[in-house]
Structure formats: C-alpha cells, structure tokens
C-alpha cells in the first residue's frame, strides 16, 4: 500500500490566518493527489483534485500544489466555516486507495 | 444533482456478513464513466477505502480486507451493494457510499453515511 503521511496532525490558527497543511506518500503518485474537508457529523467534501484542481464551487481561498511525493493544501485567508479536518488521499493506485491520517484545525 | 442515501441494519452479530445498499438518484448509475465506492470511518478516526465497482460490473477491493469483501451492482435498481462477512467488533464503523468520478481518483458525491455496530 501507499502509505500517506499529514502534518501536522492537529493545527490551531485564527480566523484570516494563512494556513499550510502537508501530505506525503510513501512513493511517487505523480498528482494523483486529491484533498477532502470534513466537518463533525457530516461526509468528507472534495476540495481540490490532481494535487491543484479546485473542485467546483470551492473558494479560491483553497490552494493545493506538489507533485511526485510532497504535496499542499493551503488556504489564505482562514474564515469561521474552515475549521474542520482535512484529509489527502492518494489514487495513483486502486490497491488501495489510501487517505491521510487526517488534520484537525481548530480554532485559536 | 447526484445523491447517495445508504441503507441496511445498524447492528451485525460478530461473525456474521454485514450487508448494505446504496440507491444513487438524479442520475443513472449506469451513465458516465463512473467507479461507485465504499468507504468507512470507525469512530474518531480516519478513512478506509473498501472497494469500488465499475457500471461493468468490474470491481477493485482493499487487500486488506479483499477476503471478505463483495460490491455488487444492480442498474436497473439504480443501486450498488457492499457485503462484508465474518464480521468483528473492528468493523464497526460508518459506512458511507460515494461516487468516483474515475479520472483522477476524486470522489465528489458521498452519502451522509451508515453506522454499522458488530456487538452481540
């Protein structure tokens, strides 16, 4: 399996912060890199895909980059709504699909 | 707009075959190129990736769990299932179907999701 690496685990920043979240595979994925936001009781939601990609209707303010092993999520500008746990996930392979361990990012 | 909805007992006996359906409306399961996929999430914890199925009906599992695990698919039903048997208490867990848009891996429709429980 690709073993996918988040740091850090948990994170605590204030609303308009600029925050970096890291992921990293255990081998090459070339971008097939994707991030998903999850908040409390509810399903994960994608953000961006191919390691950069904003998905559709997700704001500006989420940013992803890297490729090969060592990638980014990064959102500018922290607003209220943000705080949630972040996931990447990894699909360069099928067996399996493997996911981060997850970062919690709470509010300061 | 795709939505998933997730259906099936809440609570398996230990060693039995925890069964579930997920029925998929606004759309065909069968149109588009999509994979249709379960993933789970024990509480407090991360995502594991199950498996998925093709319109084909082809299918790819976790190896970690590919023994046990059966994701079927019914079009005319607009539904697709996941069977996993001899359960344990570490199976317990919410389930959630999703759909993968098949480029790029992205998963970018979920259901809300199923807590399944293995207890006696």
């Known amino acids: 399996d690709i073993q996918m690496t988040q740091s850090p685990s948990s994170l605590s920043a204030s609303v308009r912060d600029r925050v970096t979240i890291t992921c990293r595979a255990s081998?090459?994925?070339?971008?097939?890199l994707n991030w998903y936001q999850q908040k409390p009781g509810k399903a994960p939601k994608l953000l961006i895909y191919a390691a950069s990609i904003l998905q559709s209707g997700v704001p500006s303010r989420f940013s992803g980059s890297g490729s090969g092993t060592d990638f980014t999520l990064t959102i500018s500008s922290l607003q209220p709504e943000d705080f949630a746990t972040y996931y990447c996930?990894?699909?360069?392979?099928?067996?399996?699909?493997?996911f981060g361990q997850g970062t919690k990012l709470e509010i300061k | 707009q795709v939505q998933l909805q997730e259906s099936g007992p809440g609570l398996v006996k230990p060693s039995q075959t925890l069964s579930l359906t997920c029925t998929v409306s606004g759309g065909s399961i069968s149109s588009g190129s999509y994979y249709w996929s379960w993933i789970r999430q024990p509480a407090g914890k991360g995502l594991e990736w199950i498996g998925l199925i093709y319109t084909s009906g082809s299918t790819n599992y976790n190896p970690s769990l590919k023994s046990r695990v059966t994701i079927s698919i019914d079009t005319s039903e607009n539904q697709f299932s996941l069977k996993l048997s001899s359960v344990t208490a570490a199976d317990t867990a919410l389930y959630y179907c999703?759909?993968?848009?098949?480029?790029?891996?992205?998963?970018?429709?979920w259901g809300r999701g199923t807590l399944v429980t293995v207890s006696s």
């Open positions: 996930q990894q699909s360069y392979s099928t067996l399996p699909y493997t």
């Open positions: 081998q090459s994925i070339s971008n097939y």
């Open positions: 999703a759909r993968d848009q098949g480029s790029w891996g992205r998963i970018d429709y």
